[in-house]
């Protein structure tokens, strides 16, 4: 029993700090890998008034592969040294590396809604404290020189099964979006997953 | 189960217990890079994404 209780007691070390240190690990690789990506990415093409973005967006990076770094994700609600890398993909490795980006859904600064699901327990818990975020509250990506903001509208509370909150328009699967959004979705109580809390983000058009 | 352990181990107190950290250490090590990463899929609460 003696034995069981410490290797019981070792896996919960294991589940809310290894992770973490592992993850913060995979991150500085990330880090690393992302920087030659934007080293090596085609110059983007300038940012064209057709597609109703007259004050200039900056165009999306190219999708990464499941798991490789997207772009760097910055909440300064979160705290002056809140930095993660996204990679691509939502799966539980994925995640196990940071923030993920919902395959399938736009790039960011794109018309749609560019989603990403992170932890907010255990793998270095980026949203840990998503609860705090305000209406208002910035939320900047960026990929090199260039960087899309987005402003907080709302956040709330929605069952896991509820995916409409990443379609292009949220819960509006068949429509055809006209804003630019972000989501950003994790799990909701912080310890639990029966729920999900979700933030919804508008692109702050213009630099 | 630990004393049929410690009666097992040549040497004197000290050899036995150099060992017996030895054996612990690798006994961790094993747990934290192939038992608990193979374990942590049976732990709930860890979905954060909808689907």
């Given at each position: 029993m003696l034995t069981l209780g410490a290797v019981l007691l070792l896996f919960v070390v294991y589940l809310l700090w290894w992770t973490g240190v592992e993850t913060n690990a995979a991150q500085s690789r990330l880090a690393g890998d992302l920087g030659r990506a934007v080293a090596t990415a085609p110059s983007p093409p300038k940012a064209t008034?057709?597609?109703?973005s007259p004050r200039g967006v900056d165009p999306p990076p190219p999708v990464p592969a499941t798991g490789a770094p997207y772009l760097d994700l910055t909440i300064p609600?979160?705290?002056?040294?809140?930095h993660w890398v996204v990679v691509q993909g939502v799966g539980l490795p994925q995640l196990a590396l940071g923030p993920g980006h919902y395959p399938g859904t736009v790039g960011?600064?794109?018309?749609?809604n560019f989603a990403v699901a992170g932890h907010r327990?255990?793998?270095?818990?980026?949203?840990?404290?998503?609860?705090?975020m305000k209406a208002g509250d910035l939320v900047r990506l960026s990929f090199g020189s260039r960087s899309w903001t987005y402003r907080v509208d709302k956040n709330f509370i929605t069952d896991?099964?509820?995916?409409?909150?990443?379609d292009p328009v949220p819960g509006q699967p068949a429509a055809t979006p006209t804003r630019r959004l972000l989501t950003l979705t994790t799990c909701d109580p912080r310890w639990g997953n029966a729920r999900r809390l979700i933030v919804v983000a508008t692109l702050v058009e213009g630099r | 189960m630990y004393a049929a352990l410690w009666r097992m181990l040549p040497g004197p107190t000290v050899v036995r217990a150099a060992t017996l950290l030895v054996i612990l250490a690798l006994v961790v090590l094993v747990l934290f890079t192939v038992v608990f990463p193979w374990a942590t899929?049976?732990?709930?609460?860890?979905e954060v994404s909808v689907d």
């Open positions: 008034g057709g597609d109703a609600r979160l705290g002056t040294d809140w960011p600064g794109e018309v749609g327990s255990g793998h270095g818990e980026p949203f840990a404290h998503l609860d705090q896991p099964s509820d995916v409409g909150v990443i | 899929q049976f732990v709930p609460g860890q």
